[in-house]
Nanobody, 115 residues
Framework: QVQLLESGGGLVQPAGSLSLSCAAS????????MGWYRQAPGKQRELVAT???????NYAVSVKGRFTITRDNAKNTLYLQMNSLKPEDTAVYYC?????????WGQGTQVTVSM
């Protein structure tokens, strides 16, 4: 098992930047894949970006070129750098770890993009 704790959300103006962090309760070196998902009010949870254990990344079309996912295995931490934010990026962002067929989720952090 692994527990995940997100941080770094907040209110930002359009075109601004935010950086999210996800601290894991144990080593993430061997975790198959980690990722960020988001859920806006009234919508289903959707994939934002994932990163595999060999640092292979995958992004949703809507964030490609604006968001960057990285993992620091030494610090047991997953990151999401978000640039050029748009109002439609407003959502609760969740950290995810997928390992041995099981999904683990953080509690989420709110990101609001507004004037």
């Amino acid at each position: 098992q692994v527990q995940l704790l997100e941080s770094g959300g907040g209110l930002v103006q359009p075109a601004g930047s935010l950086s999210l962090s996800c601290a894991a309760s144990r080593s993430i070196y061997s975790i198959d894949a980690m990722g960020w998902y988001r859920q806006a009010p009234g919508k289903q949870r959707e994939l934002v970006a994932t990163i595999a254990s060999r640092s292979i990344t995958n992004y949703a079309v809507s964030v490609k070129g604006r968001f960057t996912i990285t993992r620091d295995n030494a610090k047991n931490t997953l990151y999401l750098q978000m640039n050029s934010l748009k109002p439609e990026d407003t959502a609760v962002y969740y950290c995810n770890a997928f390992n041995w067929g099981a999904n683990y989720w953080g509690q989420g952090t709110q990101v609001t993009v507004s004037m």
